[in-house]
């Protein structure tokens, strides 16, 4: 690990540790909040640490021609703003990142706003944004000489550590909550190989529990806590900004559960801006589920200083989360760039939802929120026509095919989530409909549909 390059800063009391002095549960032993990841020359006025930012434009294009593995990968191919490890030879990557920027056509043109687009985080080696942390959190790992890893998981999490630690050829420990995680993802914890725990308690239960058996055991903790987690999930603030031309986008909108990755795109445009890559940093809102809302909460009570857990309950089962580690962090990124804090419902979520699915993209439920949220944000007169907006799709659309074949064919919500909601929802359901195996049949259902 590179000690000489990083620190790591307390987010509570501003303490500065090295890297290889952090507790087994990331947690500040004076204060008990989180570290981030800080590269102390970028501070220096023309220190020889600090990137030139011309130079690191034009060489990350140009790795993207380069067959080599930490070229092709979308998060080390920005290296040199995320300089965590004695040697890039210790590397663990499955090509991760370099994910699309979908122009959102439809939701475009109903909502009246031209540049609005999907960066499809989904579109990730398992089908998450986790596997951007995965990668350079991994990497620490492997070169910190660790056996086994352990995360606590809604399932994407624990998805993305399994793929990671079998090419690491690390063993790796999974603690989820029992019949709350989608089979798309606990299958993909199987087929890598995990140590797979199913628990009576919920993901803030899995998280605290496991805090307590890594204080026990010679084990790396790869939970969004791990602030070399959030080095790699910063990176996706680079692409969007390359994808821009160097410039940034108006509004970003993001997901919220345990609130790591609001934090990281914060971090990774917040860093940007520093160093002259960027001029000025995007608003970021985060978006949680009306059920599992501890932030929006946090905001309207205490303006975000504080925030007091709640007991979650959504189908988007990946932001079930009552009691998120990265709160404060997640609060001064919305803070900071003017961002807002808001929740959407049930109906809401799983309208969004096949609404990205007709655009021929398709995410899963968690990431749908962030579509929700942007319709709330434009009818309540907070987002012009004229700016440009990116929602981040976290997750993909196969992940979770029981909630998608439950909406379609009319099992998900009940009769009240849909109430004054039923035209809409009508119109966006296609159930799969049995017909004999005539040509006759098949074109008769044709003719139905055609009207
Ligand atoms: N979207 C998806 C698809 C997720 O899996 C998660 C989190 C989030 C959004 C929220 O991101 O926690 O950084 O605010 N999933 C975690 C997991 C908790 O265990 O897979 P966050």
Redesign the pocket.
């Known amino acids: 690990m590179n000690d000489t390059l990083h620190q790591l800063h307390c987010f509570g009391c501003g303490a500065r540790i090295a890297g290889g002095e952090a507790q087994p549960d990331f947690r500040c032993v004076q204060c008990g909040d989180l570290f981030e990841v800080e590269y102390p020359g970028w501070g220096k006025r023309d220190g020889h640490d600090r990137p030139n930012p011309g130079a690191l434009k034009w060489l990350w294009r140009e790795r993207r021609c380069s067959s080599e593995a930490v070229d092709r990968s979308g998060v080390w191919r920005f290296r040199e703003l995320l300089p965590i490890l004695e040697s890039f030879g210790n590397v663990v990557t499955l090509r991760e990142g370099n994910t699309p920027l979908y122009h959102l056509k439809r939701a475009s043109k109903a909502l009246g706003i031209d540049q609005l687009y999907a960066k499809h985080q989904g579109m990730n080696p398992t089908g998450?944004f986790?596997d951007t942390g995965m990668t350079a959190a991994m990497s620490v790992a492997k070169e910190r000489g660790f056996e086994w890893v352990a995360c606590a998981?809604?399932?994407?999490?624990?998805a993305a550590m399994a793929a990671y630690a079998a090419r690491a050829g690390l063993r790796c420990l999974v603690l989820i909550p029992e019949g709350k995680i989608a089979w798309g993802k606990l299958s993909q914890a199987m087929d890598y190989g995990a140590v797979t725990c199913q628990m009576p308690t919920d993901?803030d239960g899995c998280l605290r529990l496991l805090t307590e058996v890594v204080k026990e055991a010679p084990i790396y903790l790869l939970n969004?806590v791990n602030p070399y987690r959030l080095e790699g999930q910063k990176t996706p603030a680079f692409e969007i900004a390359e994808a821009f031309g160097w410039s940034v986008p108006d509004h970003v909108i993001v997901?919220?559960?345990?609130?790591?990755?609001?934090s990281a795109l914060g971090k990774g445009f917040r860093e940007l801006q520093e160093l002259g890559l960027v001029a000025r940093m995007p608003r970021i809102s985060v978006v949680q589920a009306a059920g599992a809302n501890p932030l929006v909460r946090s905001f309207k009570e205490h303006q975000g200083t504080e925030l007091e857990p709640v007991e979650a309950h959504t189908r988007a089962s990946?932001?079930r989360?009552g009691n998120p580690a990265s709160w404060r962090k997640a609060a001064r990124v919305i803070q900071d760039t003017g961002g807002w804090c808001l929740d959407v419902t049930e109906a809401e979520i799983a309208i969004a939802k096949a609404e990205i699915g007709a655009e021929g993209l398709g995410c899963?439920p968690?990431?749908a929120v962030t579509l929700a949220g942007l319709k709330k944000l434009r009818a309540q007169g907070k987002i012009a026509s004229g700016e440009t907006v990116v929602l981040v799709l976290?997750?993909h659309t196969l992940k979770d095919a029981d909630y998608t074949i439950n909406f379609h064919r009319g099992t998900l919500l009940t009769e009240d989530e849909c109430t004054g909601l039923e035209a809409e929802i009508a119109g966006l359901r296609r159930d799969a409909v049995a017909v004999d195996a005539t040509p006759a049949a098949v074109l008769a259902t044709l003719k139905g549909s055609v009207q």
């Open positions: 998450s986790k998981s809604t399932g994407n999490t624990s993901f969004s997901p919220g559960g345990n609130l790591g990755n609001s990946a932001i989360i899963e968690a990431s976290t997750g």
